[in-house]
């Protein structure tokens, strides 16, 4: 159980509305991974096509979140929230709408997906770094800490009961609620009282060359996103490509590989209450061992392991991924000068999703001609060996929390 003084960041309006706002985006979102597989694995059951569909929705999101880091240390973080909600909301709905009418296919749903995923993409740096304006100093990993409990208790039910709506009533009504809860989030955050940094006075080259100058002149921070090139994009084509291709061709249906889902949030729920409590002093090599567990589903996967196994080795994964997410966002936020964290954030997320694209095209091809199996069993090797290697660099086994001494400015609630 969270102590008095780990809740007491609850105390902060700005910071409910902004939780309530992300539970009620990702009871849509946790739900859409499901839906839009089995939606395109029913009109072309080929993996190739859903790669596309995969890949198609992360390219815009390589440029977008190199323009979102500049925007948001330039422009109304809310505004950008907002509209990086609205956009998403419309695609969504037009997606629903295409698979309902029987006129979905390739190329529309991946054109859709494309510009949904550009428009959280430019959202995505202002919302990594909107913390510090909603919370105080010394509450920042709470904060982290607390976002993510609430959301992950939301995807432990989603993803199950995601798949049960696709086996039921079919995937378009569960892309239609995705729909209505990006607009419902947008409508929360414009609630927002957060005031728009001051204007810039350089160009907006001049601010990326800044935030390329913080980023690149940090060892422990641009590893650690070179290592995430690598483990993103075979992660996430061995286990949101190839997991709903494995359950499909076994005949476990989406119902199973929606179980699956859950489990992996039920971690990400239990990694949330470790990173409450335990703030570690080697931040980031608590970090980098955190994402060791991330293969165990793939192996689970490639030795046709019974539910419960595949399921168990989820909890782990989805627990770890946690714990490694907040000390990650806790170590930029508290290590960065704030005046320069949405550009760093987004040139993290740009290199750790690089290789997304090109990996869920060659899984997806490589999976088509030799089987899935193999490269399950390819990808979990390579992502141990890279997480692996940052543990030989200085600077990250060195890395150590900042402790807050000073008495922090109260925030406004």
Same mark, same amino acid.
């Given at each position: ?82 509209? #990086?909600?609205? $956009?998403? =909301? !419309?695609?969504? &709905?037009?997606?629903? *709408? %295409?698979?309902?009418?029987? +006129?979905? /296919? ?121 290592? #995430?090139?690598? $483990?993103? =994009? !075979?992660?996430? &084509?061995?286990?949101? *490509? %190839?997991?709903?291709?494995? +359950?499909? /061709? ?124 193999? $490269? ?8 141990? *060996? ?28």
């Amino acid at each position: 159980m969270a102590s008095r003084s780990s809740l007491s960041v609850l105390r902060h309006k700005p910071f409910r509305l902004f939780v309530l706002a992300r539970i009620i985006s990702m009871s849509g979102s946790a739900m859409a991974p499901v839906a839009l597989a089995f939606a395109v694995l029913g009109f072309d059951g080929r993996p190739n096509s859903l790669a596309i569909v995969l890949a198609g929705s992360t390219v815009p999101q390589l440029v977008m979140l190199l323009v979102g880091g500049v925007i948001a240390d330039r422009l109304s973080k809310r505004r950008v929230i907002v509209l #990086g909600n609205l $956009v998403p =909301a !419309l695609t969504q &709905g037009v997606i629903a *709408l %295409l698979v309902a009418s029987g +006129t979905a /296919d390739v190329t529309r749903v991946a054109a859709f997906a494309a510009l949904a995923g550009g428009a959280s993409a430019l959202t995505q740096p202002a919302m990594n770094s909107l913390l510090p304006d909603l919370v105080e100093a010394d509450q920042i990993q709470e904060a982290n800490a607390l976002m993510r409990l609430p959301v992950n208790a939301v995807k432990i039910a989603a993803p199950a009961l995601g798949g049960l709506l696709v086996a039921l009533v079919g995937p378009e009504w569960t892309l239609a609620w995705d729909a209505a809860s990006f607009a419902m989030a947008a409508a929360l955050v414009s609630r927002l009282a957060i005031s728009a940094p001051e204007k810039r006075k350089y160009s907006v080259l001049r601010d990326f060359r800044e935030g390329w100058a913080e980023f690149s002149g940090r060892f422990w921070l641009w590893s650690y996103v070179l290592s #995430g090139t690598v $483990v993103v =994009a !075979l992660w996430l &084509g061995g286990y949101q *490509l %190839l997991g709903p291709v494995v +359950t499909h /061709d076994r005949d476990l249906g989406a119902a199973r590989w929606g179980t699956v889902q859950g489990a992996f949030a039920v971690g990400l729920f239990g990694g949330g209450f470790i990173s409450l409590k335990w703030k570690p002093s080697r931040i980031m090599v608590v970090c980098v061992c955190a994402n060791l567990p991330l293969a165990l589903p793939l192996l689970a996967l490639a030795a046709d392991a019974p539910l419960l196994v595949l399921a168990s080795s989820a909890v782990l994964a989805g627990a770890a991924l946690d714990v490694a997410v907040v000390c990650w966002h806790t170590a930029m936020q508290e290590q960065l000068p704030s005046e320069v964290l949405g550009r760093v954030s987004s040139l993290s997320s740009t290199g750790e999703l690089m290789a997304v694209p090109l990996g869920y095209l060659a899984v997806g091809a490589t999976a088509t001609s030799l089987g899935p199996t193999s $490269v399950l069993l390819v990808s979990a090797a390579v992502m141990t *060996l890279a997480t692996l290697v940052l543990l030989l660099a200085p600077s990250v086994r060195a890395m150590r929390r900042r402790v807050v001494t000073e008495v922090p400015e109260a925030v406004a609630v």
